[in-house]
């Protein structure tokens, strides 16, 4: 029995065993331990995206692409898409819950795309991608396509998109994304 302590293990003999320390180390150094389910997407969509920039034609690589990349990525993503986007010339355009079937393209919801461009962000800049300044995910031009996908999917389906607005907290008021200690004077200006 005793002689289970003794069993050669990989680690170096001036190191203690990998299992008498294993919840002690950072994560980073645990295989063994799950990924959250943020990590894994945001590593599975990492590995898309670099799929994808393989497939193209020249291949390129991380130090080579850029946000016109990020731009056709999203783009080629609304073949798998599955919302249902209305042409403005569809008898459904601006109809919350169209009656029938059309032939109208299904794209990426503009929630997903959103998220999407999060994890990559990370993901480009745990990758060695250099400072966010230079992050081609962060690169207004995203921003710009983001909006557009949002609006364009909002007029099609007739459902204006609204920020969600800021509950109230006891003891202040919240006027115009802004917080305003709710004082006599303010509590009757503001109600």
């Known amino acids: ?61 991380m130090s080579q692409f850029d946000y016109t990349n990020v731009l056709s990525f999203l783009r080629y993503l609304d073949q798998f898409g599955k919302t249902k986007v209305h042409h403005q010339a569809c008898v459904f355009f601006g109809q919350p819950d169209p009656p029938g079937p059309c032939t109208c393209p299904l794209k990426q919801a503009w929630g997903s795309l959103d998220a999407l461009i999060g994890r990559l962000r990370a993901a480009y800049e745990e990758h060695g991608g250099g400072s966010p300044d230079t992050n081609p995910f962060a690169n207004g031009s995203i921003r710009v396509h983001l909006r557009e996908v949002r609006e364009s999917q909002a007029k099609a389906r007739g459902i204006p998109y609204r920020k969600k607005k800021r509950r109230k907290v006891k003891n202040e008021v919240v006027v115009a994304g802004k917080d305003v200690a709710n004082s006599s004077t303010h509590n009757l200006s503001s109600t």
Not at 23 to 46: A, F, G, M, N
């Open 1 to 61: 029995m005793s002689s289970d302590h003794h069993t050669p293990t990989k680690d170096p003999p001036d190191r203690p065993s990998s299992s008498s320390i294993n919840h002690k180390l950072p994560s980073q150094s645990q295989p063994q331990q799950p990924l959250s389910r943020y990590e894994s997407q945001k590593r599975r969509d990492w590995n898309t995206f670099i799929q994808y920039l393989k497939s193209q034609n020249p291949p390129l690589m």
